[in-house]
């Protein structure tokens, strides 16, 4: 039993480490969007 709870907390760690990865690369590109489109954005509005 003590190892199992203890196998299911590093599963619990890395799936953690994983999603918080994700969501900071999801992010990222988010971000980098953002800077790629916003030129084009701001030349299009002058319009």
């Known amino acids: 039993m003590k190892a ?3 196998e ?3 599963y619990y760690i ?3 480490i994983l999603i918080s ?3 900071h690369s999801v992010n ?5 969007f ?3 489109v916003q030129p084009y ?3 299009f ?3």
């Open 28 to 32: 990222f590109n988010k971000n980098l």
């Open 21 to 23: 990865k994700i969501i």
């Open 8 to 10: 299911a907390s590093i």
């Open 34 to 36: 953002a800077f790629l």
């Open 41 to 43: 954005y701001l030349n």
């Open 4 to 6: 199992d709870i203890e």
């Open 45 to 47: 509005l002058k319009y």
């Open 14 to 16: 890395l799936s953690s």
